[in-house]
């Protein structure tokens, strides 16, 4: 299939992503949270039990996938073919992880191109038909962070990896993280996102990536976690909306959030807002990763065995998470649940 047919396929009306793509350090602290043994095993189990879900087509386009999760096998078929079973889309994280930037005062650079090429190919012999690759920032004002240094590096290399998905007839998914941690306001985190973006493009632009062919999978414009401002969803959704109506040429199909710490609620209420004021060409979706399986986890470690319960509340959070991305969630529906 066309990459563009792909991406839009991926942002379809109602339809967002599943981000079960943990690398196996961050599923262990997942599981370890709710007191589950880290094995294989269970890793599957778990996120297998979200991919069966009965009603998961109804809101989910596409699943990024762990390399693990990718070889995994379920009473021998594959995790692609159970997933392409039920219209959703394969996916893979092919970045190696934010190590450090050398000589930085602690910034990251994520790391994954050498023999990207290679393992593009293997993957998409695999079933994915999209990537992902995230790159992470922070902001410091103290010291003056994100540096301009780390930007440029950061987006390069998802101009680089971009042009290699697109290469392989993937989508790249173009994932540029600003951290919320920190006592910023809103406005810094406006203005950080801005630069970052813009960076993003201008590199995109240099490697030849057909931006119809991509998903930009950004942060909201949010206050600092640490700031005790508590977030106001049309303020959010308003700066959201204006900062990548400046900064994302218009060709691209589809934004798909991350969720960056957001409980489930807020990621829910704040997409649903910038849907309401959406006045622009662009699919607003989801890509959640916390904010899609917080509770059915929670749920899972009540009892491993409770398919149905687990079920259950995942699908809950896709059905919310699917009526914001087209702004018609409301609180009512939530206590209805
Ligand atoms: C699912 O978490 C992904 C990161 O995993 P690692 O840190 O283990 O590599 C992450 O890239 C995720 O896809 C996005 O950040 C969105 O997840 P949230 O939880 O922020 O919605």
Redesign the pocket.
């Given at each position: 299939m066309d990459i563009k047919k792909i991406a839009k396929q991926m942002v379809a009306k109602g339809k967002g992503i599943l981000?079960?793509?943990?690398?196996t350090?961050?599923m262990t602290k997942r599981l370890q949270s709710v007191n589950v043994e880290s094995t294989s095993e269970n890793r599957l189990n778990f996120r297998n039990t979200l991919f069966s879900s009965p009603k998961i087509s109804d809101y989910i386009s596409g699943v990024?996938l762990f390399d693990e999760t990718i070889r995994q096998k379920v009473s021998g078929k594959s995790i692609s073919e159970i997933l392409n079973e039920r219209n959703i889309l394969p996916g893979i994280?092919v970045d190696k992880?934010a190590k450090k930037l050398a000589l930085s005062k602690d910034e990251t650079i994520t790391e994954g191109l050498d023999g990207l090429r290679e393992r593009l190919k293997e993957y998409y012999e695999l079933g994915a038909r999209f990537a992902?690759w995230?790159a992470v920032y922070k902001i410091s004002e103290k010291d003056n962070l994100p540096s301009k240094e780390s930007i440029k590096a950061n987006s390069h290399a998802l101009g680089r990896y971009s042009a290699l998905v697109q290469e392989a007839n993937m989508v790249p998914i173009v994932?540029p993280?600003l951290l919320m941690d920190g006592k910023h306001n809103i406005n810094v985190c406006n203005d950080v996102t801005s630069m970052i973006l813009e960076e993003t493009f201008y590199q995109l632009a240099n490697n030849n990536v057909d931006v119809e062919g991509i998903v930009l999978k950004p942060n909201m414009i949010l206050n600092g976690s640490e700031s005790n401002t508590k977030n106001n969803p049309s303020e959010v959704a308003k700066l959201t909306l204006n900062c990548l109506k400046k900064n994302v040429p218009s060709g691209v199909p589809g934004i798909a959030f991350?969720?960056?710490?957001q409980s489930e609620f807020e990621a829910t209420m704040n997409l649903n807002e910038i849907n309401k004021v959406n006045d622009s060409k662009f699919a607003f979706t989801f890509?959640?990763?916390?904010?899609l399986q917080q509770s059915a986890l929670k749920t899972w470690a009540k009892d491993l065995k409770d398919t149905k319960s687990v079920q259950h509340a995942f699908e809950e959070r896709a059905k919310m998470n699917s009526l914001a991305a087209k702004g018609k969630w409301n609180k009512e529906l939530e206590k209805a649940a």
């Open positions: 981000a079960a793509d943990e690398s350090g961050t990024i994280k992880g992902k995230r994932e993280e991350l969720s960056g710490g890509s959640y990763g916390r904010a």
